[in-house]
């Protein structure tokens, strides 16, 4: 596991007690996701983090794989789940480029507040791509720290992600997000932005074409 996981490893418990900052936005992105959800979908989402939002979707599809890079994390997932049984969801423990999935074998994948943290997105969205069948859905939350015109964004992250008080971010904007993700072969079905706020998280719902 890397510094980023070692990291996550280190907050794991008090960040699961943080209550969700934006909890209407939360609930709004939940909401649009299922609208697209079938019964009959394999889904996978990398970056699961405590795993809420992957119980919120599992009763909604067939099979739900979750998976996060942090050993801590996917403890407190299990112990969600085992308090709450879901017999189609499963948590596994593993980095990006670790993670086992045959091309075409998924018909939507999740990337909640994951993106902006990996140090090359643009791969990540190509591998993503492969995985989905024809007319697969990709559902993303993307924190774009290059919008955020202030010395927060330009002086004070970056510190912190030096002193390892914060993750390091990636510096994307949310047009350059925009068409890394259509570069990667999507095709962008709706792009919101809370009360279009560069603070806020940027939500992005994509299909992988049909032939």
């Known amino acids: 596991m890397g510094k980023r996981s070692r990291f996550w490893d280190?907050?794991?418990?008090?960040?699961?007690?943080?209550?969700?900052?934006?909890e209407e936005s939360y609930r709004e992105?939940?909401?649009?996701?299922?609208?697209y959800l079938q019964?009959?979908?394999?889904?996978?989402?990398?970056?699961?983090?405590?795993?809420?939002?992957?119980?919120?979707?599992?009763?909604?599809?067939?099979?739900?794989?979750?998976?996060?890079?942090?050993?801590?994390?996917i403890e407190i997932c299990r112990e969600k789940a085992a308090a709450a049984p879901t017999e189609n969801i499963a948590f596994d423990c593993a980095d990006f480029d670790e993670i086992d999935q045959p091309?075409?074998?998924?018909?939507?994948?999740?990337?909640m507040s994951i993106l902006h943290l990996l140090d090359d997105p643009d791969t990540a969205l190509a591998w993503i791509h492969a995985m989905l069948r024809p007319g697969g859905m990709f559902f993303s939350s993307t924190?774009?720290?290059?919008?955020?015109?202030?010395?927060?964004?330009?002086?004070?992250?970056p510190a912190a992600a030096a002193l390892r008080l914060v993750p390091r971010m990636?510096?994307?904007?949310?047009?350059?997000?925009h068409r890394s993700i259509e570069a990667a072969g999507f095709e962008v079905l709706r792009d919101w932005q809370p009360d279009d706020d560069p603070a806020k998280a940027v939500f992005i719902v994509a299909r992988k074409p049909a032939p």
């Open 39 to 73: 019964p009959d979908w394999d889904v996978l989402e990398i970056g699961c983090g405590t795993g809420t939002t992957a119980l919120e979707h599992a009763p909604h599809v067939r099979r739900f794989r979750a998976v996060d890079s942090s050993p801590k994390m």
């Open 29 to 35: 992105k939940l909401a649009i996701t299922r609208s």
């Open 10 to 22: 280190l907050i794991a418990r008090r960040y699961a007690r943080m209550p969700v900052r934006d």
């Open 143 to 157: 924190t774009c720290i290059a919008d955020i015109d202030n010395a927060v964004s330009r002086y004070l992250l």
């Open 103 to 111: 091309d075409a074998s998924l018909d939507a994948v999740l990337a």
């Open 170 to 177: 990636t510096q994307l904007g949310r047009a350059e997000l």
